[in-house]
Every structure is written in structure tokens, then in C-alpha cells.
């Protein structure tokens, strides 16, 4: 049986200052080994399915699909920046999203919609984030945190959210390939 490793996420297109500030981040800490997520690739999860038998697609896609009802557009403002794990074992370097409860009635409708055809959600609370690096190993933890600190209360990017998509992602070894498969637009 074929699988596919599926995920649905708002596609974020950076701006110059977006861009700018990124490459900035990246450059302060390119004396540490962190796997920088592409410009190309940046989005916002907002569900993982995992590896998933190709014959569910059908069924994830009219879920998904029902999921729009009664969400307008939205603004969509990635301001912080953060890290998960601890400051003495950082894993991710995040941007984070102001508070926003369209995006949280968004998921919400996702997860009543899937789990109606019984794909039900993992007990994790939501934490609306986008990834932008994955941290292997960090030389001076104290000059990282303080890089860190400092840029926790940029504000980078507002951006009209219209629709979100479903992926399929391939793990490369020179990174991953995402694949759009469907694209789901709000009500107007």
C-alpha cells in the first residue's frame, strides 16, 4: 500500500524585510549547526497526518474542504522570536504569530472536520508557529539565547491569509520537498 506524508499549513510568502531579518538571523548564527528551514517552504501547520495510506486522500480532502465554512480571510501578523526546548537545550528556532482567533477557529474547524471521519488529533495544545530553523548543536549557548532575547519582539510580516493547502512532503537528503495536492479557499 502507497503512502504519503501529508500535512495541511498556511504557505507564508516572505516580504524584503522578512528576507532581510531571516538571512540577518542566519548569518549571527552561522557559527552554530542549525538546519535553516527554505524560503520556499515556510508555512504555518496546522495539521500533521504523517504517512498516510494514498487511498484516505479522498476522504482528508472533503474533510479539509468543509473546514473552510465560515472562515473569512484573515490578517496574519509573525512578530517574536522564540525557541522550543530550553535555554540549555534549544531544538527549534520559531516566529511567532500574534494573537489571532481566526486561525485558532481555523484549526478548530480542521480538527471537528477530521475527526468526523475519525483522523483525531494528538492531545498537543496548537501553538500557531513557523519553523525556521532546527537546532543539531549550539557552540555558545549563552551568545545564542542572548541573539535570541534580542530579536524576541520583532515584528516581520502581516500577510492576508486566503486559503490553506494540503502537502505532501519528501524527505531529500538536501532537505525536504513539499508537494501542494489541494488548496482550500475561505468564504468571501
Not at 52 to 72: F, G, N, R
Amino acid at each position: 500500500m502507497d503512502t504519503l506524508r501529508l500535512f495541511a499549513a498556511i504557505h507564508i510568502v516572505p516580504d524584503d524585510n522578512f528576507t532581510m531579518f531571516f538571512n540577518g538571523l542566519k548569518q549571527t548564527l552561522d557559527f552554530n549547526i542549525i538546519k535553516w528551514v527554505d524560503l520556499e517552504n515556510l508555512h504555518i501547520t496546522l495539521r500533521f497526518f504523517g504517512d498516510t495510506p494514498e487511498s484516505e486522500l479522498p476522504v482528508i480532502i472533503e474533510a479539509l474542504k468543509k473546514s473552510c465554512e465560515k472562515i473569512p480571510p484573515f490578517d496574519l501578523i509573525l512578530e517574536k522570536t522564540g525557541i522550543f526546548g530550553s535555554r540549555y537545550d534549544p531544538r527549534v528556532i520559531w516566529f511567532g504569530i500574534k494573537e489571532n482567533q481566526d486561525i485558532l477557529k481555523l484549526h478548530a474547524n480542521i480538527t471537528k472536520s477530521l475527526e468526523e471521519v475519525e483522523y483525531y488529533a494528538d492531545r498537543q495544545n496548537f501553538v500557531p508557529h513557523l519553523t525556521i530553523g532546527r537546532i543539531k548543536e549550539i557552540k555558545d549557548k549563552q551568545f545564542f539565547n542572548q541573539i535570541i532575547e534580542r530579536f524576541k519582539d520583532v515584528k516581520l510580516i502581516n500577510q492576508k491569509v486566503t486559503h490553506f493547502s494540503l502537502y505532501k512532503s519528501e524527505l531529500k537528503k538536501e532537505g525536504p520537498i513539499h508537494t501542494c495536492l489541494e488548496t482550500f479557499y475561505f468564504e468571501n
